[in-house]
């Protein structure tokens, strides 16, 4: 028996809180209810991190469109690549960096730029140090171009060697304690290296949101197999890895009780917002937009939230796939804005993008773009200093200042650390704390870049 409890619990601790919880079901009828409703606290404050897989082309996010940057642009993307957008088709805003335009399936993301509640960080990337043409061969982070490296860097914001902690995990590190036992750091799209943290155990749920352990009902033969699981979980607890293993199974249980309510409840005042929206993306948000509503029933002052939209990897065919990916991410994002106005704490929540990498201006065969560096991202919230650009917008030259080659992969002049560490600050990391989740933030001028209140 004792080998049988073994194996259990080793296919369980094969699985995070989330992992498994993915599996559980509500157990608030067996026992494992969820916390005492508190007033909300009135210091809340979420971060809402929306990862864009496979590395979104910046270039095409956002394109200058007075008479000169058009020309550099279009000279290089030309109306033959299959990539070029139409100067009259971009949606135009100004910030006082210069004349602007926003790729056109951005529409509800541009509306929130004109009323300052969206900001643009411009030529953000992974960097060792502050880094030009003639140090780039020297400090060069560790295999830029690769897929799964740079996702690892811009989680961990570590570009010397691995990592095995995620930015978003050290926050939630340094949170520990707001929220009592219920995690600060939550995915909504599988474990990540973002939300992995060195001590707090993160809550991670499967894009639908739901939580569904069978087999347990309300009567005496599934209280009998939960009172079997329960005294499985207490049996050799001398050894660390069977204990471990059963502290995880445990702690989802007790999670699935608290948060399966929540996500099944009806009368959510923030699902309208999301009413005839079907993409994942949209569904992922809808799931975060719920946990903060109930954040009295959870008792969370402070939650760290990873969703994620993937198809972003465009070698060929780009303009649909561009279509189609932010047609899903602009409405998404506007409606869980929206949402956190109707909650009154849209200054308590910033939401915030992250992808793989940038695109190279110089176009691929098969209307595409190929693995570049620098990117630019988006901040929305409340909170943003919004209508403006923040960084430094890169010079369209292929072989120009900001070209780490010849195909327009720019030199990102803003760091990881620095956007990071100027979310961390707001979101109340001491700078201590700072200095723990960005352990090389002091290589970089500034540790706040000035796009939050």
């Known amino acids: 028996m004792t ?5 259990f619990l080793a296919t369980a601790g094969a699985l995070t809180t989330g992992g498994l919880a993915s599996r559980l079901a509500p157990l608030s009828l067996l026992g494992l209810a969820a916390p005492a409703a508190a007033q909300v606290a009135s210091d809340y404050k979420a971060l809402v991190c929306v990862f864009l897989s496979g590395g979104v082309d910046g270039n095409n996010l956002i394109v200058p469109i007075d008479a000169a940057g058009y020309a550099q642009y279009t000279a290089v993307r030309t109306v033959d690549s299959g990539v070029n957008i139409p100067q009259g088709e971009l949606l135009p805003i100004a910030p006082t960096a210069g004349s ?45 171009f690769s897929h799964s490296d740079q996702v690892a860097q811009w989680q961990s914001s570590v570009s010397e060697g691995a990592s095995r902690t995620g930015w978003g995990g050290r926050i939630a590190d340094q949170m520990a304690g707001s929220n009592g036992t219920f995690p600060v750091a939550t995915s909504i799209a599988g474990i990540n290296l973002f939300i992995t943290s060195d001590t707090a155990s993160p809550l991670a749920l499967p894009t639908t949101g739901g939580l569904a352990l069978q087999g347990f009902a309300n009567n005496a033969a599934s209280n009998a197999r939960l009172a079997a699981l329960q005294s499985i979980l207490a049996t050799d607890r001398d050894n660390a890895y069977v204990k471990a293993a059963g502290d995880v199974t445990t702690q989802a249980m007790s999670l699935s009780g608290i948060v399966n309510p929540i996500l099944t409840a009806t009368g959510s005042v923030v699902t309208p917002f999301f009413a005839g929206q079907t993409s994942s993306i949209a569904q992922q948000l809808q799931v975060v937009a719920r946990l903060i509503e109930a954040r009295a029933q959870t008792g969370a002052k ?24 932010l047609g899903q991410l602009s409405p998404a994002v506007r409606a869980f804005y929206d949402a956190t106005v109707q909650m009154g704490i849209s200054d308590k929540v910033t939401t915030f993008t992250l992808s793989d990498f940038g695109r190279t201006f110089q176009p691929a065969s098969g209307a595409g773009t190929d693995h570049a560096w620098g990117n630019h991202h988006f901040i929305l919230g409340g909170a943003v200093k919004g209508g403006e650009m923040y960084g430094k917008y890169p010079t369209l030259a292929r072989t120009g200042p900001d070209d780490a080659d010849t195909a327009g992969r720019w030199i990102p002049t803003t760091a990881v650390e620095q956007y990071g560490a100027t979310l961390a600050r707001w979101f ?11 352990p090389n933030l002091t290589r970089f001028a500034s540790s706040d870049l000035g796009f939050l209140v």
């Open 3 to 7: 080998l049988d409890r073994r194996r």
């Open 100 to 144: 602007y335009g926003l790729h056109p399936d951005l529409t509800e993301l541009h509306a929130l730029f004109a009323q300052k509640r969206m900001a643009i960080l411009a030529n953000v990337g992974t960097l060792n140090m502050p880094t030009t043409k003639s140090n780039y061969f020297a400090e060069r982070p560790d295999n830029l």
């Open 302 to 325: 402070r939650q760290v939230f990873f969703v994620q939209l993937g198809g972003f990897d465009t070698h060929s065919n780009e303009l649909t796939t561009l279509a189609t990916l």
């Open 428 to 438: 109340g990391v001491s700078n201590a704390g700072i200095a723990q989740v960005f």
